[in-house]
């Protein structure tokens, strides 16, 4: 999902920017993208600014899943949030979590 949701927001976005900031490697994201891409939800190609770079495009069915898939997942984060005094507070926790966690 946050895979989509980068690229969804990005439009067309690099490689390395969706690593940086989805928070994996490469390598994981390789093999994410290519699940992705056989499903035919996203399209991998050579950046036209420079060919050693690579860009990610979702495809109709992808931009059609997102638009599905977010409202829900937003949904269903609102529900989850909607008892914190502070949701800020407790998102910079999980993240200093997941940092540790690495």
Excluded: Q, Y
């Amino acid at each position: 999902f946050v895979v989509l949701w980068v690229v969804w927001i990005w439009d067309s976005v690099e490689t390395r920017t969706i690593a940086a900031e989805g928070g994996f490697s490469k390598a994981t994201l390789s093999g994410v993208l290519t699940t992705l891409e056989g499903r035919g939800l996203v399209v991998r190609s050579r950046s036209e600014s420079d060919g050693r770079l690579v860009d990610v495009t979702l495809t109709p069915a992808g931009r059609k899943l997102m638009r599905s898939l977010f409202p829900k997942f937003n949904a269903e984060e609102r529900a989850i949030t909607r008892n914190l005094d502070d949701p800020s507070a407790a998102a910079a926790i999980l993240r200093a979590l997941t940092v540790a966690t690495e």
